[in-house]
């Protein structure tokens, strides 16, 4: 199976800050993966998809970029809205896998 | 609009099966596959299976092999999937997802499953 190390697994910010969440394919997957940001209670909501393409609806402070085994999705301006846990998920072949999560929280 | 509705949370003994729906609408259903993914308490997001609404097509991760049945029925639009030797580690949120391709871009509410004696 392919393993997605994602990192980190939390992270403190404020609003307006920029933040980076990395992720780490074990093995080349192109460009394969897919962000998810997570509420509790809520479903999943799809941010980007194929690496760097804004999911329509999503606001364009998020972008995600990579190639390969290295992903990064960027916030670049954090807004309220935006506390949640993000997931990476790949999709180069089956079994689908997610990263273990980032958990974003405020400061 | 798109939207997938969910049966409701269900509480089964450990050893039964639980049967959860995920009903369509707003899109051709038969155009697109079914995802359902899981989330146990605490934890992250696990993949449990894929379903093309078009021919019946499936695929399982292999720790579900043979506890999983993933099934449509189109006239109502429904994908539905079922788990059978229930344990303590499947308690979890269910959800369903269309699968556009490569990725899920709409997501049902969720399922609650709980497994306790």
């Known amino acids: 199976d392919i393993q997605m190390t994602q990192s980190p697994s939390s992270l403190s910010a404020s609003v307006g800050d920029r933040v980076t969440i990395t992720c780490r394919a074990s093995q080349n997957i192109h460009s394969y993966v897919n962000w998810y940001q997570h509420k509790p209670g809520k479903a999943p909501k799809l941010l980007i998809y194929a690496a760097s393409t804004l999911q329509s609806g999503v606001p364009s402070r998020f972008s995600g970029s990579g190639s390969g085994t290295d992903f990064t999705l960027t916030i670049s301006s954090l807004q309220p809205e935006d506390f949640a846990t993000y997931y990476c998920q790949q999709n180069y072949m089956p079994p689908i896998t997610f990263g273990q999560g980032t958990r974003l929280e405020v400061k | 609009q798109v939207q997938l509705m969910q049966s409701g949370a269900e509480v089964k003994k450990p050893g039964a099966s639980v049967k959860v729906s995920c009903k369509a609408s707003g899109y051709t259903f038969s155009n697109y596959g079914v995802n359902w993914v899981r989330q146990a308490p605490g934890q992250g997001l696990e993949w449990v299976g894929w379903i093309s609404a078009y021919n019946g097509n499936t695929n399982y991760p292999q720790k579900l092999q043979g506890r999983v049945t993933m099934t449509t029925d189109t006239s109502t639009s429904t994908a539905y999937m079922e788990l059978r030797s229930l344990r303590s580690d499947d308690t979890a949120v269910y959800f369903c997802?269309?699968?556009?391709?490569?990725?899920?871009?709409?997501w049902g509410q969720g399922t609650l499953v709980t497994v306790s004696s």
């Open positions: 997802a269309r699968r556009y391709g490569d990725y899920d871009d709409y």
